[in-house]
């Protein structure tokens, strides 16, 4: 075990302690190189004559050697330097060693405040912050940063007790579904045939929910975990290719509801994870039924433009204010006409979509028509070359893709994230192919 453990405080003290007693020896050193040259070159002590002779009043002459009276003369001086210097040497390394103490300890303030922060830090103390004040220098951008990923952490813990909660709650449904009806049916000694069928009918269909939910809830994480990394699996993919069985999953819930359904589809080459672009056809499609009403419509379109491969999908529904657009893609949030059925979403798929877009450095458009509904856009990089004839190339490069959620002021056509024309210039007309 260390009896003594030096602090960085006590250490910088001991460095500018160690400068100043570097530089003292320096002085001291040159101090008598420069006297030295000085007494050597006095004329007194460079006569021709090898003695000198003097005569005091009393008549009595003493010779003198040159050499003999420079060498005493040095060696005075030389003892009357070191003398006085290690006197004032000792002085001046004692007042740099307490200086650089409390140099050191208010250079260090910033860190010290910093490290009673974070002992003080906890999931619900997350909102402390440093905030330090003075010159705008490295110890203020250290304290700047450390309180603006405080802020990202809280923000983080929140999110993912939300979520929890969510979940939880979500989960909890299904299985209060399947309780109840067990416990309904089971205590009626009369139940017939049909009721046991019945309620492994329910029970079915509950399980079917609780199911899908962990699959959402999986696929959100996995997105989430790796939204800043690469994507496992890189293949050329036509979007179009995915519309037809996603349609075909939804063709059920569309005829009875008579949704009207209209689809025009050019090609739409991209390159990523067929699997997860296939979820994302998959989740706009179907919360487009699930979000849509009676007698209501779905258009469906794709294609490529310029450099980027896009998908649109719209549909009729409840009015969505604009300002509730991007909230939409938020996890567990519905729409407020949203079908109240057995089958209903998780409110995981909009998210998903997100997360996916993301993952392919794509571009997110959405907007809400004052007739009712919602119009979704999705650009993704253009694959160039997508027969597979030598190197697959993206046409336009990874950074200049950029993943966000643009709302769509619907009836200007104008963006409200960045103030400019949306593409498509109407993001309501679902016939448009680029």
Same mark, same amino acid.
């Not at 402390?128 to 603006?148: C, H, N």
């Given at each position: 075990?260390?009896?003594?453990?030096?602090?960085?405080?006590?250490?910088? +003290?001991?460095?500018?302690?160690?400068?100043? =007693?570097?530089?003292?020896?320096?002085?001291?050193?040159?101090?008598?190189?420069?006297?030295? &040259?000085?007494?050597?070159?006095?004329?007194?002590?460079?006569?021709? !004559?090898?003695?000198?002779?003097?005569?005091?009043?009393?008549?009595?002459?003493?010779?003198?050697?040159?050499?003999?009276?420079?060498?005493?003369?040095?060696?005075?001086?030389?003892?009357?330097?070191?003398?006085?210097?290690?006197?004032?040497?000792?002085?001046?390394?004692?007042?740099?060693?307490?200086?650089?103490?409390?140099?050191?300890?208010?250079? $260090?303030?910033?860190?010290?405040? $910093?490290?009673?922060?974070?002992?003080?830090?906890?999931?619900?103390?997350?909102?402390? &912050?440093?905030?330090?004040?003075?010159?705008?220098?490295?110890?203020?951008?250290?304290?700047?940063?450390?309180?603006?990923? /405080?802020?990202?952490?809280?923000?983080?813990?929140?999110?993912?007790?939300?979520?929890?909660?969510? +979940?939880?709650?979500?989960?909890?449904?299904?299985?209060?579904?399947?309780?109840?009806?067990?416990?309904?049916? $089971?205590?009626?000694?009369?139940? !017939?045939?049909?009721?046991?069928?019945?309620?492994?009918?329910?029970?079915?269909?509950?399980?079917? &929910?609780?199911?899908? /939910?962990?699959?959402?809830?999986?696929? $959100?994480?996995?997105?989430?975990?790796?939204?800043?990394?690469?994507?496992?699996?890189?293949?050329? =993919? %036509?979007?179009?290719?995915?519309?037809?069985?996603?349609?075909?999953?939804?063709?059920?819930? #569309?005829?009875?509801? %008579?949704?009207?359904?209209?689809?025009?589809?050019?090609?739409?080459?991209?390159?990523?994870?067929?699997?997860?672009?296939?979820?994302?056809?998959?989740?706009?499609?179907? %919360?487009? #039924?699930?979000?849509?009403?009676?007698?209501?419509?779905?258009?469906?379109?794709?294609?490529?433009?310029?450099? &980027?491969?896009?998908?649109?999908?719209?549909?009729?529904?409840?009015?969505?204010?604009?300002?509730?657009? =991007?909230?939409?893609?938020?996890?567990?949030?519905?729409?407020?006409?949203?079908?109240?059925?057995?089958?209903?979403?998780?409110?995981?798929? /909009?998210?998903? =979509?997100?997360?996916?877009?993301?993952?392919?450095?794509?571009?997110?458009?959405?907007?809400?028509?004052?007739?009712?509904?919602?119009?979704?856009?999705?650009?993704?990089?253009?694959?160039?070359?997508?027969?597979?004839?030598?190197?697959?190339?993206?046409?336009?490069?990874? *950074?200049?893709?950029?993943?966000?959620?643009?709302?769509?002021?619907?009836?200007?056509?104008? !963006? #409200?994230?960045?103030?400019?024309?949306?593409?498509?210039? *109407?993001?309501?007309?679902?016939?448009?192919?680029?």
């Amino acid at each position: 075990m260390r009896l003594f453990r030096p602090t960085l405080r006590f250490r910088m +003290a001991l460095l500018y302690g160690g400068l100043v =007693v570097l530089v003292g020896v320096a002085l001291i050193f040159t101090a008598l190189v420069l006297l030295d &040259r000085s007494v050597a070159s006095l004329p007194l002590f460079n006569a021709d !004559s090898t003695s000198i002779t003097l005569t005091d009043g009393s008549g009595v002459s003493r010779t003198f050697d040159p050499a003999v009276l420079g060498a005493q003369a040095r060696t005075s001086v030389r003892s009357t330097i070191l003398h006085s210097g290690l006197i004032y040497f000792g002085l001046i390394i004692l007042i740099g060693a307490a200086g650089g103490y409390l140099l050191a300890k208010q250079a $260090l303030r910033p860190i010290a405040k $910093l490290t009673q922060t974070a002992r003080q830090l906890s999931t619900d103390t997350l909102d402390q &912050r440093i905030d330090l004040g003075g010159p705008d220098d490295e110890l203020r951008e250290l304290a700047d940063t450390f309180d603006a990923m /405080l802020g990202r952490l809280n923000a983080a813990f929140d999110s993912q007790r939300l979520f929890v909660a969510n +979940a939880s709650h979500e989960l909890r449904t299904p299985l209060t579904v399947i309780r109840t009806e067990l416990d309904v049916t $089971l205590s009626d000694p009369d139940a !017939s045939v049909e009721d046991m069928r019945r309620m492994g009918e329910v029970a079915i269909a509950a399980t079917d &929910r609780a199911h899908r /939910l962990v699959d959402s809830l999986l696929t $959100l994480a996995r997105l989430q975990a790796g939204a800043r990394g690469e994507l496992e699996v890189r293949d050329p =993919v %036509n979007i179009a290719e995915f519309l037809p069985t996603a349609l075909a999953a939804v063709a059920p819930e #569309t005829r009875e509801r %008579n949704i009207t359904i209209e689809m025009e589809c050019g090609r739409a080459w991209t390159l990523g994870d067929p699997r997860l672009l296939e979820r994302l056809v998959g989740n706009l499609v179907e %919360n487009a #039924t699930r979000h849509n009403v009676a007698d209501g419509w779905i258009r469906v379109s794709c294609g490529e433009s310029d450099d &980027r491969a896009w998908l649109h999908v719209a549909n009729g529904g409840p009015v969505i204010a604009t300002a509730d657009v =991007v909230s939409l893609f938020e996890a567990f949030r519905r729409g407020a006409g949203k079908t109240r059925t057995a089958t209903r979403g998780s409110g995981l798929g /909009l998210s998903i =979509v997100r997360l996916i877009v993301e993952a392919h450095r794509g571009r997110l458009q959405a907007a809400a028509p004052p007739f009712g509904g919602l119009a979704i856009r999705i650009e993704l990089p253009l694959v160039a070359n997508p027969a597979g004839q030598g190197d697959v190339q993206l046409a336009a490069s990874e *950074n200049g893709a950029v993943a966000v959620i643009e709302v769509v002021d619907a009836e200007t056509g104008l !963006s #409200t994230a960045t103030g400019q024309p949306g593409q498509p210039a *109407n993001p309501l007309d679902g016939k448009l192919v680029g």
